[in-house]
Protein backbone atom coordinates (compact mmCIF):
# COMPACT_ATOMS: atom_id res chain seq x y z
CA UNK A 1 0.00 0.00 0.00
CA UNK A 2 1.55 3.55 -1.07
CA UNK A 3 1.69 5.89 1.53
CA UNK A 4 1.59 9.84 0.15
CA UNK A 5 5.28 12.12 0.86
CA UNK A 6 6.01 15.58 1.45
CA UNK A 7 9.28 16.13 0.51
CA UNK A 8 11.13 19.55 -0.50
CA UNK A 9 14.68 18.39 -2.32
CA UNK A 10 17.10 21.31 -3.19
CA UNK A 11 14.20 23.35 -2.05
CA UNK A 12 11.55 21.75 -4.68
CA UNK A 13 8.92 20.57 -3.15
CA UNK A 14 7.50 17.21 -4.36
CA UNK A 15 4.31 15.68 -3.59
CA UNK A 16 5.13 11.87 -4.24
CA UNK A 17 3.27 8.19 -3.69
CA UNK A 18 5.85 5.37 -2.31
CA UNK A 19 6.24 1.69 -1.04
CA UNK A 20 6.63 1.75 2.61
CA UNK A 21 9.76 0.08 2.14
CA UNK A 22 11.05 2.75 -0.16
CA UNK A 23 14.65 4.22 0.81
CA UNK A 24 15.10 8.07 0.41
CA UNK A 25 18.25 7.01 -1.41
CA UNK A 26 16.22 5.51 -4.15
CA UNK A 27 13.18 7.94 -3.62
CA UNK A 28 16.08 10.58 -4.80
CA UNK A 29 17.86 8.25 -7.67
CA UNK A 30 14.89 6.35 -8.73
CA UNK A 31 12.41 8.97 -8.84
CA UNK A 32 13.73 12.64 -8.67
CA UNK A 33 16.55 11.57 -11.16
CA UNK A 34 19.11 12.83 -8.44
CA UNK A 35 21.84 10.31 -9.50
CA UNK A 36 24.33 12.38 -7.74
CA UNK A 37 23.56 10.57 -4.29
CA UNK A 38 25.57 7.42 -5.15
CA UNK A 39 24.00 3.74 -4.21
CA UNK A 40 27.70 1.66 -2.43
CA UNK A 41 27.03 -0.83 0.15
CA UNK A 42 22.89 -0.39 0.50
CA UNK A 43 23.48 -0.62 4.45
CA UNK A 44 25.30 2.68 6.07
CA UNK A 45 29.12 1.55 6.08
CA UNK A 46 30.13 3.83 3.42
CA UNK A 47 28.78 6.92 3.04
CA UNK A 48 28.38 7.18 -0.73
CA UNK A 49 24.31 8.00 -0.29
CA UNK A 50 25.41 10.43 2.33
CA UNK A 51 22.79 13.48 1.98
CA UNK A 52 21.85 16.58 4.46
CA UNK A 53 18.28 16.28 5.94
CA UNK A 54 17.25 18.73 7.95
CA UNK A 55 20.47 19.95 8.44
CA UNK A 56 21.99 16.70 9.41
CA UNK A 57 24.14 14.18 7.11
CA UNK A 58 22.51 10.56 7.06
CA UNK A 59 23.11 7.73 5.11
CA UNK A 60 20.13 7.70 2.61
CA UNK A 61 20.02 4.16 2.07
CA UNK A 62 19.33 3.61 5.75
CA UNK A 63 16.44 6.09 5.68
CA UNK A 64 12.88 5.42 4.63
CA UNK A 65 10.97 7.77 2.09
CA UNK A 66 8.45 7.78 4.62
CA UNK A 67 10.46 9.02 6.50
CA UNK A 68 11.40 11.91 5.03
CA UNK A 69 8.06 12.73 4.75
CA UNK A 70 7.95 17.02 5.71
CA UNK A 71 11.60 17.44 5.76
CA UNK A 72 13.80 19.31 3.50
CA UNK A 73 16.60 17.21 1.75
CA UNK A 74 20.12 18.52 0.00
CA UNK A 75 21.75 16.35 -2.25
CA UNK A 76 24.88 16.95 -4.54
CA UNK A 77 23.00 18.55 -6.94
CA UNK A 78 21.15 21.21 -4.91
CA UNK A 79 24.88 22.72 -3.53
CA UNK A 80 25.10 24.79 -6.85
CA UNK A 81 21.68 26.15 -6.33
CA UNK A 82 22.94 27.47 -2.90
CA UNK A 83 26.19 29.13 -3.71
CA UNK A 84 24.55 30.45 -6.73
CA UNK A 85 27.98 29.33 -8.89
CA UNK A 86 28.18 26.46 -11.21
CA UNK A 87 30.88 24.87 -7.94
CA UNK A 88 30.32 25.07 -4.29
CA UNK A 89 33.27 26.15 -2.69
CA UNK A 90 33.64 22.57 -1.52
CA UNK A 91 33.36 21.08 -4.75
CA UNK A 92 35.99 23.94 -6.51
CA UNK A 93 38.33 23.04 -3.48
CA UNK A 94 38.04 19.19 -3.58
CA UNK A 95 39.30 19.46 -7.72
CA UNK A 96 42.05 22.33 -6.56
CA UNK A 97 43.58 20.07 -3.96
CA UNK A 98 43.64 16.60 -6.32
CA UNK A 99 40.92 15.13 -3.72
CA UNK A 100 38.95 13.82 -6.15
CA UNK A 101 39.71 10.29 -8.38
CA UNK A 102 37.00 7.97 -9.03
CA UNK A 103 34.58 10.29 -8.14
CA UNK A 104 32.30 7.89 -6.03
CA UNK A 105 32.62 9.17 -2.68
CA UNK A 106 33.07 12.56 -3.78
CA UNK A 107 29.10 13.73 -3.58
CA UNK A 108 29.22 11.74 0.61
CA UNK A 109 32.47 13.63 1.54
CA UNK A 110 31.12 17.09 0.16
CA UNK A 111 27.98 16.45 1.78
CA UNK A 112 29.24 15.32 5.38
CA UNK A 113 32.02 18.17 5.04
CA UNK A 114 28.91 21.02 4.02
CA UNK A 115 26.89 20.15 7.04
CA UNK A 116 30.36 20.06 9.49
CA UNK A 117 31.01 23.47 8.10
CA UNK A 118 27.51 24.83 8.37
CA UNK A 119 27.56 23.86 12.25
CA UNK A 120 31.06 24.80 12.78
CA UNK A 121 33.04 26.86 10.31
CA UNK A 122 36.57 26.75 11.70
CA UNK A 123 36.83 23.30 12.86
CA UNK A 124 39.93 21.25 13.93
CA UNK A 125 41.65 18.57 11.21
CA UNK A 126 40.65 16.29 14.16
CA UNK A 127 36.75 17.69 13.51
CA UNK A 128 37.09 17.07 10.22
CA UNK A 129 38.41 13.54 10.43
CA UNK A 130 35.41 12.88 12.54
CA UNK A 131 33.16 14.11 10.47
CA UNK A 132 33.88 12.28 7.33
CA UNK A 133 35.38 9.39 9.33
CA UNK A 134 31.85 7.48 8.15
CA UNK A 135 32.26 7.55 4.27
CA UNK A 136 34.85 5.38 2.52
CA UNK A 137 37.51 6.41 0.02
CA UNK A 138 39.33 3.82 -1.62
CA UNK A 139 41.61 6.13 -4.62
CA UNK A 140 42.70 9.35 -2.64
CA UNK A 141 43.93 8.18 0.73
CA UNK A 142 42.51 10.66 3.17
CA UNK A 143 44.84 13.37 3.74
CA UNK A 144 43.92 14.92 0.39
CA UNK A 145 39.92 15.35 1.10
CA UNK A 146 41.00 16.75 4.66
CA UNK A 147 43.71 19.49 3.19
CA UNK A 148 40.40 20.36 0.21
CA UNK A 149 38.23 21.12 3.53
CA UNK A 150 40.41 22.81 5.42
CA UNK A 151 41.48 25.18 2.60
CA UNK A 152 37.96 26.29 2.82
CA UNK A 153 38.22 26.92 6.25
CA UNK A 154 41.41 29.12 5.56
CA UNK A 155 39.44 31.13 2.56
CA UNK A 156 36.27 31.65 4.94
CA UNK A 157 38.67 33.05 7.04
CA UNK A 158 40.34 35.44 4.03
Do not use: W
Amino acid sequence: MTKQVKITVNGKEYELMVEPNMTLLDLLRDNLGLTGTKKGCDEGDCGACTVILDGKPVSSCLVLAVQADGKEVLTIEGLELESGDSLHPLQKAFVHNGAIQCGFCTPGMILSAKALLDRNPHPSREEIQRAISGNLCRCTGYQKIVEAIESVCREAHS
